[in-house]
Nanobody, 123 residues
Framework: QVQLVESGGGLVQAGGSLRLSCAAS????????MGWFRQVPGKEREFVTA????????YYADSVKGRFTISRDNAKNMVYLQMNSLNAEDTAIYYC????????????????WGQGTQVTVSS
């Protein structure tokens, strides 16, 4: 089992920055892929970014490339999402997720999820 706990959400003005954190625990998570997804009411959960825990290779949705950065701290078992140049379209609940195997951008491929953290960008 893998347990994920997000933190760091909040209210920020357009153009501002936030850093989300995801604390990971459980057996074998070091072999996993860690991803961030986001969801707004009435819409499907959307892929944001992912990182291979072992290799550190990263993947991004086009909508966040150049603005968001995913990173990991192996020693602390943490995954981070640095979000810069935020705009109103980034407002959503952000979820940390984990799976084993290849990186995918499909939410249903991920086995474990955190509870989510709200990010609100005011324009």
């Amino acid at each position: 089992q893998v347990q994920l706990v997000e933190s760091g959400g909040g209210l920020v003005q357009a153009g501002g920055s936030l850093r989300l954190s995801c604390a990971a625990s459980g057996r074998y998570f070091s072999s996993s892929v860690m991803g961030w997804f986001r969801q707004v009411p009435g819409k499907e959960r959307e892929f944001v970014t992912a990182i291979s825990w072992s290799s550190g290779r990263t993947y991004y949705a086009d909508s966040v490339k150049g603005r968001f950065t995913i990173s990991r701290d192996n020693a602390k078992n943490m995954v981070y999402l640095q979000m810069n140049s935020l705009n109103a379209e980034d407002t959503a609940i952000y979820y940390c997720a984990a799976r084993w195997g290849a990186v995918t951008g499909t939410a249903s491929d991920y086995n474990y999820w955190g509870q989510g953290t709200q990010v609100t960008v005011s324009s």
